[in-house]
């Protein structure tokens, strides 16, 4: 009989039998490791049987409250063993889940809520205040249920919130039975809006599993791994590229509630962690502590993403971690978001390179005529990939510039070599135009990281009515040194051509960033726009 003549319901049955959605991950691996620590939280050591059976009740409460297959779910929290148990328990009822960057302001919270279209809210105890601000700003929102994370021992009852914990231990603990597929959207992340109002990044379920395979095979993610989770979960990173596969491969996670590097090195060395991803900024954070070299001894896998790793702390972490193997994830949050990876072996072979494209994903570097460059030409970097998210929420127009001619369109500039390893140059908005050449803040920066006494370094341009763009440096030195100008332009002379030098040094305390370790450099140059000239 054909295919065709089946009957509907018998389709569904098969699909449903076929199905691989991001909630069904968990199930497995609690039924193939049911005793199995899977997750370690303060005092408290989860087994994947019991992590199964939490997320469970979760689901059954939030069907109760009329949670189903494309409710949009907003979670306001820090990590913790709840976050993980609201995300699969929405993944198993096909619900949509919504993470919010904790660090926003009540505004900032209101757009994503009323654009998200949100209708149930989660909140850690001490952020539902933060909510509450925000939905007093939202003009068409509608919220039905609230659930508050009682992070605290004291649990504060708010009025209109129930407590998650202790309202879902009187659900059932077997599994929701929900119908939902594949391609369905698993979340909305929003991007971290560095440059524009953040945009509402749709990634189904089926994107998702696709990157996790690609995370697996290409950062060599193994059962016996014990992972650290210190970055915020709320970031497609620390979500989707170690969260999600650790659970998918039944390893033991490790939660922080803050990236912090002492928190860090003691978690490492108290569960002997295998396996530790930070953004630069962490890293070199860790880098300046004396525990550093004792506490990391059980790293066999460092990770990095988020921003561009300087070539000098680069060199430093493969001289003070000489076991540890390094990897550098290149992405965005549009391919859920891995696109790259540099393995260990090419490191410093190829140093500053953000390595071949991953296991699911194919990548270019094309013109701005759409045609493909030649090995070494510096063009925008474009992907294609079952990672991809299925669009921007509610945007049909920057979704389809986004994809134009088949590809999904990054916005970073990059060149690739003649054995296919990628290069990222800059953000095309993070390219400087000075006196009408282009001039790469990441090559500024890279050069000025050479100099002793800098830790960080922040490269724009600002408006100059000789330049147009002034090429500008803003740098944070390490303690106990004191800023040398002279001398920092001399060694910039020596290894720049003299039209990327900076014509202004800026020494400050710090550099503004989102938790996810990205420098803001839009904030930087609304600051310094008119104090040059």
Not at 174 to 197: H, N
Request: glycine share 6%.
């Amino acid at each position: 009989m054909p295919f065709s003549d089946f009957s509907t319901s018998l389709n569904q049955i098969i699909e449903q039998t076929r199905r691989h959605t991001v909630g069904d991950l968990l199930s497995r691996s609690a039924n193939r490791f049911p005793d199995k620590i899977a997750l370690i939280y303060n005092t408290e050591r989860v087994t994947y049987r019991e992590l199964e059976v939490r997320t469970n009740q979760v689901a059954n409460l939030f069907a109760s409250d009329g949670i189903c297959r494309g409710t949009r779910i907003a979670i306001l929290s820090k990590n913790n063993l709840d976050f993980v148990l609201v995300k699969y328990a929405v993944a198993k009822l096909g619900a949509i889940l919504v993470p919010i960057n904790y660090m926003l302001t009540a505004h900032e919270m209101a757009y994503i809520l009323d654009h998200a279209e949100v209708s149930h809210l989660v909140a850690a105890q001490e952020l539902a205040e933060s909510l509450e601000k925000a939905m007093a700003y939202t003009e068409h929102l509608q919220v039905f249920d609230r659930y508050l994370i009682d992070t605290t021992p004291a649990t504060i009852e708010r009025d209109s919130w129930k407590t998650l914990s202790t309202s879902s231990k009187a659900f059932n603990t077997t599994a929701p039975q929900a119908e939902l597929f594949d391609d369905d959207v698993a979340q909305i992340l929003y991007t971290s809006g560095t440059e524009s109002r953040p945009k509402g990044v749709m990634l189904t379920h089926k994107s998702l599993i696709s990157q996790y395979v690609s995370c697996i095979v290409d950062g060599v993610m193994i059962n016996r791994d014990v992972l650290i989770h210190a970055l915020p979960f709320y970031h497609s990173a620390q979500l989707n590229c170690f969260l999600g596969p650790g659970i998918y491969l039944g390893v033991t996670g490790v939660i922080l509630p803050h990236a912090t590097p002492d928190l860090i090195l003691n978690a490492a060395r108290a569960e002997r962690a295998t396996h530790l991803f930070c953004p630069p900024t962490v890293w070199i954070a860790l880098l300046r502590k004396e525990a550093f070299d004792e506490n990391l001894q059980s790293i066999e896998k460092g990770y990095y993403g988020a921003a561009i790793m300087p070539m000098e702390i680069l060199k430093e972490l493969a001289h003070r971690l000489p076991n540890t193997r390094f990897y550098n994830f290149y992405g965005q949050t549009e391919v859920a978001p891995l696109a790259t990876v540099l393995q260990p072996e090419d490191q410093l072979r190829k140093l500053g390179s953000a390595g071949r494209p991953g296991l699911n994903v194919e990548t270019k570097i094309i013109d701005d005529l759409g045609q493909d460059v030649l090995p070494g030409t510096v063009g925008e970097i474009v992907h294609r990939t079952p990672h991809a998210m299925i669009g921007y929420l509610n945007d049909p127009v920057r979704t389809e510039e986004a994809f134009r001619g088949g590809w999904f369109h990054s916005g970073d500039l990059g060149y690739m070599d003649e054995e296919g390893y990628l290069t990222i140059v800059d953000r095309k908005k993070d390219m400087i135009k000075s006196g009408g050449v282009n001039v790469s803040s990441r090559e500024v920066e890279e050069a000025i990281y050479e100099f002793d006494g800098i830790l960080e370094v922040a490269v724009i341009g600002i408006p100059d009515d000789y330049w147009i763009e002034a090429v500008t440096a803003i740098v944070v030195l390490k303690q106990g040194h004191t800023f040398d100008t002279q001398a920092l332009l001399a060694h910039c002379h020596n290894r720049l051509a003299k039209f990327k030098v900076p014509k202004h040094l800026i020494e400050v305390p710090n550099l503004p960033r989102n938790p996810s370790g990205k420098i803001l450099k839009r904030e930087l140059r609304e600051q310094y726009k008119t104090l040059i000239n």
